[in-house]
């Protein structure tokens, strides 16, 4: 066999190995880039919502629908009625940010320190006609009302006017009569 058969043998082998490793890489990058959208998972809160208000002795307040419709997916809900009547409800919010609703007829005090997350206070927020306490730090924040029987939450990454609208979005009642919060 001659030189230049053989090395022309090596280098169409070198080409054909190298251009399937290419097609793979192109195939990976592909499908990497398919899949890289967040899939932020949504769950329904209706049967915790039910159970809650079952348990608690106060007015239970519930995120308006209407933030579905402006692109808030609810991804989180987690109720306990072990000792005090606490439900926590989380939010992807239509800026693709984070916020939750938590209401609880424990410790006051105890509650908001938990919910704040050692953020200092920073002063007060006016929604819908009712003084939300606003803390605030680098990377939380939280609106806090205190209302009869039960303390009200609203926290997050999401920004103040993110929180703000979340807060003002609540209702109370059964759904059929349902008041602003």
Partial sequence: MSQSSRSHATFSNY??????????????????SARSGENIPEVDYRFDLTSLREAADYPVAVPSENLVEEGWTPTSSNLDTTGPVE?????????????????????????????????????TVAVSGHEWDHYESDDWGALVMYGEGVTLVVAGSADTDELAHLAAGLETGDGAGAERA
């Fill in 15 to 32: 080409a054909a190995s190298l251009g399937i490793l290419v097609g793979i890489l192109l195939l990976m990058a592909f499908v990497v």
């Fill in 87 to 123: 439900w926590s409800v989380g939010f992807a919010t239509a800026a693709d940010s984070h916020a939750r609703l938590v209401q609880s007829d424990g410790d006051p005090a105890v509650f908001v320190r938990e919910q704040v997350r050692g953020a200092p206070e920073v002063g």
